[in-house]
């Protein structure tokens, strides 16, 4: 199943990350949407970016590297978290 969400904000570790408050507005093909079936997450590139960047300063042992050309890969401890770019 899928579940429409209304997002507000973005946080890793205690930081949450600084984006224009309409990234995440609703219709119009917008909004977030939390699919249990896939391990996939894709997001806008405003989003994205600064996402990665506060990942990878807050975990700085992260492997990184791309799938299929398509997908960036985070592996830590034999565990992978996969994120569309």
């Not at 579940?3 to 990234?23: C, E, K, R």
């Not at 995440?24 to 977030?32: A, M, S, Y």
């Not at 996402?51 to 992260?62: E, G, T």
Request: aromatic residues 10%; charged residues 20%.
């Amino acid at each position: 199943p899928h579940y429409s969400i209304n997002m507000t904000a973005v946080q890793v570790g205690l930081d949450f990350l600084n984006l224009p408050t309409d990234v995440f507005g609703v219709g119009d093909n917008k909004g977030t949407i939390i699919d249990s079936g896939t391990t996939l997450a894709y997001l806008p590139e405003m989003v994205y970016e600064p996402l990665v960047s506060k990942i990878i300063s807050q975990q700085p042992d992260l492997k990184v590297h791309t799938v299929h050309d398509e997908y960036t890969c985070f592996q830590y401890s034999e565990r992978r978290v996969w994120m569309c770019n």
